[in-house]
């Protein structure tokens, strides 16, 4: 598990065609919230923005997810590049804040 939030948990997974380590946020119901979340989402990464530091979404969907044996049934997923670093949240906190140059 690489990290857990409000609606989702992201897993390391592999890229099946290409062998790259990439991330999949399962989200943890298909309620009205989760099924919410998950088109603000898709619309954020269908826009396909091409820039260094924009996270690329790979793909999308809704699917039956077994984890470790266990079945968790049907759930949304969303798979990105992996951000290696971590949370940019976590690394502006953890620097005590960000002077301009470093930000830009």
Not at 54 to 62: H, T, Y
Not at 77 to 87: D, Q
Request: charged residues 25%.
């Amino acid at each position: 598990m690489l990290g857990d939030g409000q609606f989702g948990t992201g897993y390391l997974a592999s890229d099946q065609k290409t062998g790259n380590s990439v991330c999949v946020k399962v989200f943890k119901d298909t309620g009205a919230q989760a099924d919410k979340s998950f088109k603000i989402e898709l619309e954020a990464g269908a826009q396909n923005l091409e820039h260094a530091n924009v996270l690329r979404m790979l793909g999308a969907g809704r699917n039956e997810f077994v984890l470790e044996s266990k079945p968790m049934g049907e759930r949304f997923f969303i798979v990105t590049e992996l951000c290696e670093k971590g949370e940019l949240f976590d690394f502006v906190q953890d620097a005590g804040g960000l002077k301009e140059p470093m930000a830009r």
